[in-house]
């Protein structure tokens, strides 16, 4: 196989920590790597080196043959490498084709070379089976509708070698799916992928290979054929670790909150219509469906920061109200599917 990537010594220090330790790596043409480990095993730190965010204190870095010069995104992205982050870097008040033209040209360009720009994105986007609204504002887009555009934007700069950092951590199953197929269709094509995760059962399927970091440093290299599940955490973690045990709930209790042909305002499918719904005391009801058919809306009900204008919906046995310190004073408790947008205000400290 043609190698495409070769990251020799790469050692990185904050302080006295040392947050990556002499580590190798490379990567072949049409592959899949997974970098595994646990959160703070120093994968993101090591994605960053190579694309220019941080700069190493020692080692080096090789793609398709050249020197990689350090600390700078710019030759990374000239070089042919393109990085998806964890936490999304896009524009919610622009468009998706202006999200995907940033950086690459001025904005306000003539027409005639707008929709020059606009028939490649559909052609890249047809390629790779990645299907999106140019002229849609982020802001109204789902979570996994915003990935995809962030995997475009790379496509589109010409990305050979594509970082994606835990792409899976703020997907449904459904998004996970269509990503995996998705990566299937980017390797057919050549394209080059480093996977960062710390999920067993996805790395052991979309991966060809997989390399373990820990604390720092390079544990374990194998071909993904050729490990299992439980190699797999004990090198992450340095022991052996006990599968959980799932054990059905004994009893299920009164019902403590219910739906009544609730219907929300809204546009589109970000609105509930006529939906029932019942959830008992001990009991896990898992709703699914695909992303933007109507899980913010049920979650913001829930949450009261959506009013239902039709149906009721009834709190241990009293009328819910539409306003959250109400909701939390009751002990109700939601966790976003973007908590870094809806969930937590960044400038703040954790007990504020």
Not at 177 to 186: H, K, R, V
Not at 247 to 267: E, F, I, K, M, Q
Request: charged content about 20%; glycine content about 10%.
């Amino acid at each position: 196989m043609n190698t495409v990537l070769r990251l020799e010594g790469i050692t990185k220090r904050f302080g006295p920590l040392v947050a990556n330790d002499a580590i190798s790596l490379d990567l072949q043409a049409g592959e899949v790597l997974a970098l595994l480990g646990e959160n703070g095993a120093g994968k993101s730190t090591l994605m960053s080196i190579l694309f220019g965010h941080y700069t190493a204190d020692a080692g080096r870095i090789e793609a398709f043959g050249e020197p990689l010069a350090p600390g700078d995104p710019k030759a990374a992205l000239a070089a042919g490498i393109g990085m998806v982050h964890q936490h999304f870097t896009l524009a919610d008040n622009l468009s998706v084709l202006d999200n995907v033209l940033m950086g690459t040209e001025p904005l306000w360009r003539p027409f005639s070379r707008r929709e020059a720009a606009r028939a490649k994105l559909a052609a890249v986007s047809g390629r790779f089976g990645l299907p999106v609204k140019p002229d849609a504002r982020v802001g109204t887009l789902s979570v996994g509708e915003r990935q995809r555009v962030e995997i475009l934007k790379a496509l589109y700069r010409g990305a050979r070698i594509l970082i994606l950092d835990e792409p899976t951590a703020v997907l449904t199953p459904q998004e996970s799916e269509s990503l995996f197929a998705t990566l299937a269709q980017m390797v057919a094509q050549g394209l080059s992928i480093i996977f960062i995760s710390h999920k067993l059962g996805e790395v052991l399927r979309v991966s060809h290979r997989i390399a373990v970091l820990r604390g720092g440093r390079l544990v374990a290299s194998a071909r993904a054929g050729s490990t299992n599940r439980a190699e797999l955490a004990r090198w992450m973690v340095g022991r052996e670790v006990d599968a959980p045990q799932r054990r059905p709930t004994r009893h299920v209790g009164d019902a403590v909150c219910v739906l009544d042909r609730v219907d929300t305002a809204g546009s589109g499918h970000d609105r509930l219509r006529d939906v029932s719904l019942t959830l008992h005391a001990g009991e896990i009801v898992a709703v699914a469906g695909v992303s933007g058919n109507g899980q913010v809306a049920l979650a913001e009900l829930l949450s009261g920061t959506r009013r239902a204008v039709g149906g009721s919906v009834r709190l241990m046995d009293r009328t819910l109200p539409p306003s959250p310190a109400a909701l939390v004073a009751r002990g109700v408790a939601r966790i976003p599917e973007d908590r870094h947008a809806v969930g937590v205000i960044g400038d703040l400290p954790v007990w504020e």
